[in-house]
């Protein structure tokens, strides 16, 4: 009985260390594997500028997105795409530094800046006042506006007319806030979703009257469900809203790297290009 | 940190909190109902009544909660619902809270009405249908009631649980305490006031639920 318990020690021990090496081992070998692939992903895209700065910047900057938000961000496999995402790559080729993407979630994006495990954020997000009192933003990327997205059959025809019906949002985006400003911040017809294709999908489902959302997405599904019958609303009293990249408050050496970036490809032709190959026109 | 947000926000607590404690009422006394029903029904000889309520247990304790949300709100009502009633309106995120919470704690309950069934000694079974008793008769009247003294701390707990899981109704913008803590701090950037104010709410209840509910339902059941 002594003998057996010892032995049962001896086991418990020894299965214990293999499997605590086991779990250091490939959680080792976890980290690796994602910085690989974005170091070919970079280089296909884009390939001297990197390889040639990559001794004087060797900093990786991590770049945080909510990719739930086609055609700007969204998840193919295991691999972060969308016209932000190309913008990115793009800015950080012509200034010469390396980013890592990393799919964070919207919330947790802004709270990554705030604590320093994000360096930078792009997940079109809206330059606001708001927005501006917290965080550092680059020059506009990208001009959009809110749409409202009904059923074909709806008599509503501005934002005025959704008084009193439920309207769905992704939490805390500038849909959310115009809502919020037409009809208070404690609206009860208002359903926060965490991510839009929630919010449209309830839309569908007959839950909501109409989702607010930025103009650029909601007409992507209009080219994508060709099958489901809605329409989009633009109303006149929407301003017009520009995408900044994001840096935490008073980096100012890496929002001066940023901007040295954007303006080049602004210059050179390549925002456009990427804008027209997700866009059109 | 700014705490005037939750002035601000007073509407949706109010509305939140009142949901909070309507979804617990009713996904508990469903559950329970429910739970009862698949309890008695692993512990039957009849497989067409046994073994459906064991596949139900396993797979509503097998699979979290979150994603059973998830599958019952976006997926199964709207389904179920255009097949059964095309024309009706499909309804909201709140039936799906009902719905989801009731389904997950009828899995749990089931289980301690389980526990506290057989912690009953058979003799007592055996004595009543010596006596003429039929089972259900005897289950009712002599089992159930003793059984039921014994699984209040653990429905207690369950309830507890229920209470604060109903949070994850959030993610289908149920206005719940879960929906006003991230709704909140999500649109105001402040992170503390929501969420300590939301956590404290929580915490009142449940020293509610645990010191007075369960405790009174003790106190009442207890055999002087």
């Known amino acids: 009985m002594k003998l057996g318990k010892k032995w049962l020690g001896a086991f418990t021990l020894t299965v214990g260390l293999g499997i605590l090496l086991a779990g250091c081992g490939s959680a080792g070998s976890g980290q690796s594997a994602p910085a690989g692939g974005t170091d070919t992903a970079a280089s296909n895209q884009a390939s001297t500028a990197t390889t040639a700065t990559t001794a004087a910047a060797d900093k990786v900057y991590q770049v945080g997105t909510d990719a739930a938000y086609p055609p700007f961000e969204k998840m193919e496999g295991d691999k972060l795409t969308g016209f932000d995402m190309d913008v990115i790559q793009a800015v950080a080729d012509a200034a010469g530094i390396k980013v890592e993407l990393k799919h964070t979630g919207w919330d947790p994006l802004f709270n990554g800046i705030d604590t320093g495990t994000v360096d930078i954020g792009i997940s079109a997000i809206t330059i606001t006042d708001e927005r501006k009192q917290k965080y550092d933003f680059s020059e506009p990327y990208f001009e959009a506006t809110q749409l409202i997205m009904v059923p074909e059959d709806s008599t509503v025809q501005k934002l005025a007319d959704l008084q009193g019906k439920r309207i769905g949002v992704q939490s805390a985006t500038t849909g959310e806030q115009v809502v919020k400003k037409a009809f208070g911040d404690t609206y009860d017809g208002l359903k926060g979703y965490d991510d839009t294709p929630s919010a449209v999908d309830e839309l569908f489902n007959g839950r909501v009257d109409a989702v607010v959302a930025d103009n650029a997405v909601l007409q992507d599904y209009v080219k994508k469900l060709t099958d489901k019958k809605f329409k989009l609303i633009k109303d006149d009293s929407f301003e017009t809203e520009n995408y900044g990249i994001m840096v935490k408050k008073g980096n100012a050496e890496l929002l001066g790297k940023i901007n040295e970036g954007l303006n080049k490809i602004k210059e050179n032709g390549k925002l456009q290009e990427i804008h027209k190959q997700y866009f059109g026109e | 940190m700014d705490w005037g947000v939750i002035a601000k926000y007073e509407d949706l607590l109010v509305r939140c909190l009142f949901n909070t404690i309507l ?137 507890i649980a229920l209470l604060k899981d109903s949070s994850l109704l959030a993610v289908i913008a149920t206005e719940e305490l879960g929906y006003f803590a991230f709704s909140v701090a999500k649109n105001t950037f402040e992170r503390y006031p929501p969420y300590l104010t939301t956590a404290a709410i929580y915490l009142v209840l449940t020293l509610f639920l645990s010191r007075v509910v369960v405790r009174g339902l003790e106190r009442r059941f207890s055999p002087k």
């Open chain 2, 23 to 159: 979804l617990t009422v009713v996904a508990t006394i469903c559950g329970t109902i429910l739970g009862l029903f698949i309890g008695l029904g692993k512990m039957s000889k009849n497989p067409l009544w046994k073994v459906p309520s064991s596949v139900y247990v396993e797979l509503f304790r097998g699979t979290p909660m979150f994603v059973q949300i998830l599958l019952i709100h976006f997926a199964f009502i709207p389904s179920i619902w255009n097949a059964v009633f095309p024309d009706a309106e499909i309804p909201g995120p709140l039936f799906s809270g009902f719905v989801a919470l009731s389904l997950n704690a009828a899995a749990y309950i089931a289980e301690i009405f389980r526990a506290g069934i057989q912690s009953i000694d058979p003799g007592q079974m055996e004595a009543a249908r010596s006596l003429g008793m039929k089972t259900s008769l005897a289950m009712r009247l002599i089992v159930l009631p003793q059984a039921f003294l014994r699984m209040l701390p653990a429905l207690g707990n369950e309830f």
